[in-house]
């Protein structure tokens, strides 16, 4: 995107700390100046560059010719009927949509997270792929999604997953570098425990995450079918990484995640519910020493799928607990806004600005 002038634009969110550092420095500022700038942009819920008033107005200046302050901006916002999730509508400045989702469930206020604007892996049951990919989202912009809700809700975000559009590790430097933002202390300082990435089981990069040490970071893999032949069925990845594969990747990984390793299974009325699916999957889970989370599966336009009554979800978690396996049901918020796990989508998205 360029701006008027005919300069690319930059943001702020998208520069390393070592370049901004650089940059205070050649504009005869000492490096102090850059801690109270990220201050200013991670605590303080600024809006706008003459806020920071303890940086002199020189440099402040210079900054607001060069960078810009938020890289996407917010159109609407959905709240759901009890109010226990609101999602987010974001522009980029290139005109495409972004969709975050706060989820609120007592003290925890849970914020999910977009890497990606569309996806490459066309899940069967999900919204986010069947309008293609787009591209990957910059740091700035998922970045930016947390200060924009964050500053918007006015509430303290406990808790990040990386569970909204697109897959996480398919964009895997930008999400790097964003989740070292999160948990720097002149950044976000969230603890790593709190962070969560969904991932539908993209090996080499799994691996290359447990090489690079975030092992604090739970992981979730999106296993949704027990047996390959029904994976394939609603996950194309499954012809590219086989269960086999994956699982003896995660058993590899195993021991760095320790117990931080989750299992996603949306459970689909008569497709993966049958006791021969819970016993699959027991067996799985144990192998990889993880719990589950069990979702029920929230309809989604042109899927065949049905969604199971929550006595399904009751009695398929029976069977996976016979089997000593760790289950939880994760009920969806916000499936009347659309927000809930595999609604968000690219298709039909209004542009009405929001009221603030
Ligand atoms: S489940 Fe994840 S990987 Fe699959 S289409 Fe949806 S966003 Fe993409």
Same mark, same amino acid.
């Given at each position: ?22 940059? *205070? ?7 102090f100046r850059v801690r109270?700038?990220?201050?200013? *942009? !991670? ?6 560059? #003459? ?22 901006? @917010? ?18 400045? #290139? ?5 975050? %989702?706060?989820?609120? %469930? ?5 914020? /999910? ?9 066309? /899940?069967?049951? /999900? ?6 990919? %787009?591209?990957?989202?910059? /740091? ?5 999604? !947390? ?25 895997? #430097? ?40 975030f092992s604090q970071i ?24 086989? =269960?086999?594969? =994956? ?5 590899? %990984? ?27 999957l027991a067996a799985i ?20 799928? *049905? ?5 399904? @979800? ?10 000593? *396996? ?9 499936? #009347? ?20």
């Amino acid at each position: 995107m360029k701006k008027k002038s005919g300069k690319k634009e930059v943001f702020i969110n998208d520069l390393e700390r070592q370049w901004l550092d650089s940059y *205070v420095a050649r504009h005869g500022e000492k490096l102090f100046r850059v801690r109270q700038i990220f201050k200013w *942009v !991670f605590n303080k819920n600024v809006s706008n560059w #003459d806020e920071m008033i303890n940086i002199p107005k020189g440099l402040r200046d210079e900054m607001k010719k060069d960078f810009l302050l938020f890289s996407l901006k @917010l159109c609407n916002k959905y709240a759901s009927n009890n109010n226990d999730a609101t999602k987010y509508l974001f522009r980029t400045n #290139d005109g495409h949509f972004v969709e975050t %989702v706060l989820i609120k %469930v007592g003290k925890r206020k849970t914020i /999910c997270i977009s890497t990606q604007i569309g996806c490459k892996f066309n /899940c069967s049951f /999900c919204a986010s792929g069947k309008s293609g990919f %787009v591209r990957d989202l910059s /740091c700035a912009e998922i970045i930016d999604q !947390f200060l924009l809700v964050r500053n918007d809700s006015h509430m303290r975000i406990t808790n990040i997953v990386f569970m909204g559009m697109g897959e996480p590790f398919d964009n895997y #430097d930008n999400l790097i570098k964003t989740i070292k933002t999160f948990m720097a202390d002149w950044g976000l300082a969230i603890g790593a425990r709190r962070i969560t990435i969904s991932t539908v089981g993209l090996i080499p990069q799994i691996e290359r995450f447990a090489r690079e040490g975030f092992s604090q970071i739970k992981l979730s893999i999106s296993l949704h079918a027990a047996f390959e032949g029904k994976r394939k069925q609603i996950m194309p990845i499954a012809h590219t990484y086989s =269960l086999s594969e =994956l699982i003896s990747t995660l058993r590899k %990984v195993r021991d760095r995640f320790r117990r931080n390793i989750t299992i996603e299974y949306i459970l689909m009325k008569n497709f993966n519910d049958y006791d021969e699916d819970a016993r699959a999957l027991a067996a799985i889970a144990k192998q990889i020493k993880a719990k589950v989370n069990l979702i029920g599966y929230n309809a989604v336009n042109d899927c065949k799928f *049905v969604a199971p009554s929550k006595n399904d @979800l009751i009695q398929f978690r029976k069977k996976l607990e016979r089997e000593k *396996v760790q289950t939880t049901i994760r009920y969806s918020a916000g499936s #009347d806004i659309t927000a809930a796990c595999g609604q968000l989508s690219l298709i039909n998205k209004s542009t009405t600005v929001a009221k603030r």
